[in-house]
């Protein structure tokens, strides 16, 4: 469906600034803003996402921003039925997990950072050691790669825990997923990730993977990957907008490689 993107110039998304799936992406963004304003929590649970991102290096696709997206992803999940018996406790815990998702990421080398994460959970939002133990175990299932391996193929570790360790760790992983839809942050990553890449070969690898992306990953996620109704109700808006968007990459040939 789409043709390789150039995203040499994140600003040439463009296109994309201008889309149904920008304007949402947009108001996700205000509304995680504001969220945050009214959070209790949010100075202190910003402080560390901000450590953590200088501490490892990490891009704004996954820093402050991305916490606060993600957390607000968290707070509408919780709106749900589903979710309507959870302590206020509980609903802080995810909240916190939320924000901090990303600061134990591989990708950066952040996994050694669990140690400080849980210290810092205990410190100042004095969460015990079972809290402590459902921040560990989400954290460390609810990456992308984990979701996946998750549902294909099983991991005996999470098939078999408690249900409301699964629920957590669901709710946490399609927080982030609903994330992938703002391909301004997506571009971003593999912009930087690919830096250091000659052209043309950095053009091609960027757009081959932003195409991948959203036609095999982020267009599957409503069908094939989202398992709350829920997460689906929130993410269908954005699943169509985002296919009106592929389609224009043909219908207008905006990127070419």
Same mark, same amino acid.
């Given at each position: 469906?789409?043709?390789?993107?150039?995203?040499?110039?994140?600003?040439?998304? *463009?296109?994309?600034? /201008?889309?149904?799936?920008?304007?949402?992406?947009?108001?996700?963004?205000?509304?995680?803003?504001?969220?945050?304003?009214?959070? &209790?929590?949010?100075?202190?649970?910003?402080?560390?996402?901000?450590?953590?991102?200088?501490?490892?290096?990490?891009?704004?696709?996954? /820093?402050? +921003?991305? %916490?606060?997206?993600? &957390?607000?992803?968290?707070?509408?999940?919780?709106?749900?039925?589903?979710? +309507?018996?959870?302590?206020?406790?509980?609903?802080?815990?995810?909240?916190?997990?939320?924000?901090?998702?990303? #600061?134990?990421?591989?990708?950066? /080398?952040?996994?050694?950072?669990?140690?400080?994460?849980?210290?810092?959970?205990?410190?100042?939002?004095?969460?015990?050691?079972?809290?402590?133990?459902?921040?560990?175990?989400?954290?460390?299932?609810?990456?992308?790669?984990?979701?996946?391996?998750?549902?294909? %193929? /099983?991991?005996?570790?999470?098939?078999?825990?408690?249900?409301?360790?699964?629920?957590? #760790?669901?709710?946490? &992983?399609?927080?982030?997923?609903?994330?992938?839809?703002?391909?301004?942050?997506?571009?971003?990553?593999?912009?930087?990730?690919?830096?250091?890449? *000659?052209? *043309?070969?950095?053009?091609?690898?960027?757009?081959?993977?932003?195409?991948?992306?959203?036609?095999?990953?982020?267009?599957?996620?409503?069908?094939?990957?989202?398992?709350?109704?829920?997460?689906?109700?929130?993410?269908? *808006?954005?699943?169509?907008?985002?296919?009106?968007?592929?389609?224009?990459?043909?219908?207008?040939?905006?990127?070419?490689?």
């Amino acid at each position: 469906m789409l043709n390789n993107v150039n995203p040499s110039d994140v600003d040439k998304l *463009p296109l994309f600034a /201008g889309t149904r799936l920008s304007a949402l992406c947009a108001d996700i963004d205000q509304k995680a803003d504001r969220f945050a304003e009214t959070n &209790a929590d949010s100075a202190l649970l910003e402080q560390f996402v901000n450590q953590t991102v200088e501490l490892y290096n990490m891009d704004e696709s996954h /820093g402050l +921003k991305h %916490a606060r997206n993600v &957390a607000y992803n968290a707070h509408l999940l919780l709106q749900h039925d589903k979710h +309507k018996n959870y302590s206020p406790r509980l609903k802080r815990l995810v909240i916190l997990m939320a924000y901090f998702h990303d #600061t134990v990421d591989s990708k950066y /080398g952040a996994e050694s950072n669990m140690d400080s994460l849980l210290s810092y959970a205990r410190t100042h939002f004095e969460c015990n050691n079972a809290e402590l133990q459902t921040i560990e175990f989400v954290l460390n299932h609810m990456s992308w790669s984990k979701r996946r391996s998750n549902l294909d %193929a /099983g991991d005996p570790e999470f098939s078999t825990a408690d249900q409301t360790l699964i629920e957590l #760790t669901t709710l946490i &992983a399609e927080a982030d997923m609903l994330e992938a839809y703002n391909l301004a942050r997506t571009m971003l990553y593999q912009s930087i990730k690919h830096e250091a890449e *000659p052209e *043309p070969n950095r053009t091609y690898l960027i757009g081959s993977w932003v195409r991948t992306m959203i036609e095999k990953r982020i267009l599957e996620y409503v069908q094939s990957y989202f398992r709350t109704t829920e997460a689906k109700s929130i993410a269908q *808006p954005l699943h169509d907008a985002l296919n009106m968007y592929a389609e224009g990459f043909v219908r207008f040939d905006l990127f070419e490689y």
